[in-house]
């Protein structure tokens, strides 16, 4: 019955935080967000279920440029993509993280990649709608919310995010965010 209700409590909170974030609700964003430090937070906090799993995970930063925006909502996104990432790698895989800033494009780019069973072609774009389960997601707990609020919170801030297959085994996860100027 705990475990029920705390499932039931995350998914409530989801989908209050999706429908906040649809309905324009006032959402600061005046935060100036380090996110290779808040990466690296992440990373530490992720470390206890990457070595339960056996999974390494790898940080490179090539800039330490920030960005404007609410580090709350930045953190619950790259959070989720990093989470998603150790739940589908396999034992013993490698989660790779990059940081670095788009040569004049005036945009800091995120990728997050796994070894995972990855996302088939046709589901790249529907897997941030509400809902959506891909097939190879039917063996994880989850209720296909994460990756819309991620979709949700990087427009809110000017940016996008994209999936892609890699060439070997796994998912790309790209976010991209303006630079603070």
């Known amino acids: 019955i705990e475990r ?17 974030i649809d309905a324009g609700l006032a959402i ?8 290779p430090a808040l990466l690296t937070e992440l990373v530490a906090d992720a470390q206890l279920e990457a070595e339960q799993k ?3 995970i790898t940080l490179h930063v090539a ?3 920030k960005v404007m925006g609410n580090r709350e909502l930045l953190r619950r996104a790259l959070e989720n993509v990093l989470r998603n990432a150790l739940r589908y790698s396999p034992a013993q895989g ?25 996302v088939a ?4 774009t529907a897997i941030f709608q509400p809902f959506f389960r891909s097939a190879n997601a039917d063996a994880f707990a989850g209720h ?10 990087l427009h809110a801030h000017g940016g996008t ?4 297959k890699r060439s070997s085994a796994g998912l790309l996860v790209r976010l991209s965010l303006p630079l603070s100027t």
Do not use: F
């Open 4 to 20: 029920e209700t705390l499932r039931m409590d995350r998914l409530v909170g989801e989908l209050l935080s999706l429908a906040r």
């Open 28 to 35: 600061s964003l005046t935060d100036e967000v380090d996110v």
């Open 54 to 56: 056996k999974c390494r």
């Open 63 to 65: 800039t330490e440029q």
């Open 94 to 118: 490698l989660i790779e993280i990059a940081v670095a800033a788009e040569a004049g494009a005036g945009q800091l780019s995120i990728t997050i990649a796994d070894q995972g069973p990855g």
């Open 121 to 124: 072609a046709d589901d790249l």
């Open 144 to 153: 296909g919310l994460g990756l819309a609020i991620c979709q949700r919170v």
């Open 161 to 164: 995010i994209t999936a892609s």
